[in-house]
Each structure stands twice: as structure tokens, then as C-alpha cells.
């Protein structure tokens, strides 16, 4: 029999009542829920549809559905049953030395968010949360604070961690904590190493909605979960695999109990390497560059705290290699230079333009679309 897919709106501050209801999903539902904030209304009315249709039946009943952060303004909705949430949340305790306490600094819409909600109930705990309208570093330490668990642990996304390290208070917080998952975006290196000076326990995670959330922690599958490259693309295989999409891809990346990512990587003395996204690689003069190497080498210039880079059209290279970035402003000639011997000459970028923020989506990812239409002036 099908089930009927219902709207569950939380609050931008999660609520007991948002968290209740997300925890319930592993108390056998007779429907699936789908959490969106209620500011949320494009995705609203993007998934009317979505919304009115049963669900597509499976051996085991739908859940959850979880809306993806597309970047064609069109969420793809991710479907789990019990088992794969169930999955994820005993495989994350084994890794981490037992189950414990969570507290919740993410947003409750994203994986991310909604697992730590799943691993404290599963723990039997109460979830702790971030007070709205605090400062970050001190609501965080205020939450670990009221934290009264045997184990505690908490998830975060490398900009929090980022101001958590560089405040007293967010330091003293961390450092009560049993261990920190990071992830929702790659993570520079000396970020965790910073942190992992500090006494923190920091697992950097790789995953995604399709994978209920992070399966690969510090370049290592979670127990159960087996890592492939085919082709070049990172393909993942386990119990953790979600059921599908509410509305199948016609090449679907769901395979033979797998899911296939958009990643590009490597294995290397065993762990996982994600070098970027495929879709994300620029083609200048028919060298292929991966962001993520270019925004590595920016950050670890002096006075730079962040950057994204993509590729815009050029007339010459079919692209060139264009980037935001957050610190102190330089004439490009000057930047290429300090990047010489970090990058080959055909990935320095061609074109920079500083600014004081980036834009991110979801929990924390750079916005590479709207990057790239800052950078042509759209």
C-alpha cells in the first residue's frame, strides 16, 4: 500500500515539538514526513506536486524524505526507510565508542541535522540546542553547558567550528565535548588540526542525503558501507543507501544497492580522497582544474580567510579560473605570484574578486552558482 508524504514545518531554532516529531520517524509511522522550514516557500510550492501523490512503494515502508539543496532550484527529494536512518545511527556509535548525548547546531531540513536528533533518541537522551539570538561561540557554550550525558557529542560544519576555535569560551566548550563530527563542506586541513591541538576529537565526514548523512569518516567507510572509484567518481554501496528519489533521474544514480556520487576521487594507503565535484571542474585551454586544490592554495595565503572558485566563460579558454575571496584585497598579478609554486600555472586564476562573505547554501556549502553569477555580473 502506498503512503501519503506530509509537510512537517520547523522553526529556523529548532523546537521540542520539531524535534519530537522527527524522532518519531523511528517509531514505525503510518506515513512519511518531510521537514522544511516554514520560511522555506519556494521549496514549498516546488513540491506541491510532491506533496499531493502517494509515495512510491518499497519492500520496506518510506519514512523520511529529505529535500536536497539542487542547484537548479528544484530539490530532489531523497526517501529513506527505517532501516538505512537505523543503519547510519548504529554504525556512527560504533565509530565514535558508544552512543551519547547530541546537541543540535545544525538546521533540523538538513541529514546533517536530523541524524543528530535520530542518534540521541536512539541513545534514549535529550537532544540540546543552540538558544536563538545568542552569538554562536556563546549559546554554543551555553548548550554544552546544560548537556548532562555520560558521552556528548555534536556536529558541525567547518564555519562554526572555524568561530569555535577562535573564541576562549568556544574553545573551552569544545573541549568538553567527547568528539565533534565536521562536515557539510570540505574542511581546510589546518582548521582541524587547530582543533585537534586543542584536545578536540574532530571526525571530518564525507556523505549526503542519499547516504543518510555521513558515511566516511576521516577517509574511512563506516562498518558496513563499501567505497568504490569507477571511473574516476567516488560510488557508494551499504545499508546506510537510501531507497531512491520520489521522482527517478533518467540516469539514475541509484545501482545495484549503490549510490553513484557526482564526486571525483581516489583511494590513497586506504582512505577516501574526494577531489570535487565533476561537475564542478573548470576546462581552460583543455587543462582540466579542481576547485577545491585552487581554494586550498588561496586559503593558505597570508591574510585570506576563505574562497570559491568556478570556472566563467572566456572567449580565448572556453573558461578561466575566476574566484571569491574573503581577506585583504590584492591586484591579481600580485595573487598569482603568491600562489606560484602551490599551483600549476594554467590553475591560477585569471580573474578575483574580494568580498566579505561568500555565499553558502544548505548548512554551509559554498554556493558555486551564485559565485559564478557575481563573478560575470549577472
Known sequence: M????????????????????????????????????????????????????????????????????????????????????????????VRMGGHGQWLLALSLPHIAGIQVVLRSAVA???VVT??????????????????????????????????????????????ELDAVLLGGAAAEPALVDEARSLGVDVLTTYGMSETAGGCVYDGVPLDGVDVAIEDGVVVLRGPVVAQGYRTPLPDDPFRDGGFVTSDLGEIVDGRLRVLGRADDIIVTGGKKVAPPRVESALRGLRDVADAVVVGVPDPEWGE??????????????????ELR??????????????????PLKGIGKPDRQAARALLIGQ
Open 130 to 175: 543552540v538558544g536563538p539570538g545568542d552569538e554562536f561561540d556563546a549559546g554554543f557554550a551555553a548548550a554544552v553547558g546544560r548537556m548532562t550525558g555520560q558521552r556528548r557529542y555534536t556536529s558541525l560544519v567547518p564555519t562554526q567550528l572555524h568561530r569555535l576555535v577562535s573564541s576562549e569560551v568556544g574553545r573551552e566548550a569544545l573541549g
Open 320 to 337: 578561466r579560473v575566476a574566484a571569491l575571496v574573503v581577506g585583504r584585497p590584492r591586484e591579481i598579478d600580485a595573487l598569482r605570484d
Open 341 to 358: 609554486g602551490a599551483l600549476e600555472g594554467y590553475e591560477l586564476p585569471r580573474e578575483v574578486r574580494f568580498v566579505d562573505a561568500l
Open 124 to 126: 534514549g537522551e535529550d
Open 2 to 93: 502506498s503512503r501519503a508524504l506530509r509537510l512537517l514545518t520547523v522553526d529556523l531554532a529548532p523546537s521540542q515539538r520539531d524535534i519530537a516529531a522527527i524522532a518519531a520517524i523511528l517509531d514505525s509511522p503510518d506515513h512519511a514526513i518531510i521537514p522544511l522550514h516554514g520560511s522555506a516557500e519556494a521549496a514549498h510550492r516546488a513540491l506541491r506536486v510532491e506533496l499531493e501523490e502517494p509515495l512510491p512503494e518499497y519492500a520496506e515502508p518510506t519514512v523520511l524524505a529529505v529535500a536536497t539543496t539542487g542547484s537548479t532550484g528544484r530539490p530532489k527529494l531523497v526517501l529513506h526507510g527505517e532501516s538505512s536512518l537505523r543503519a547510519s545511527v548504529g554504525a556512527t556509535a
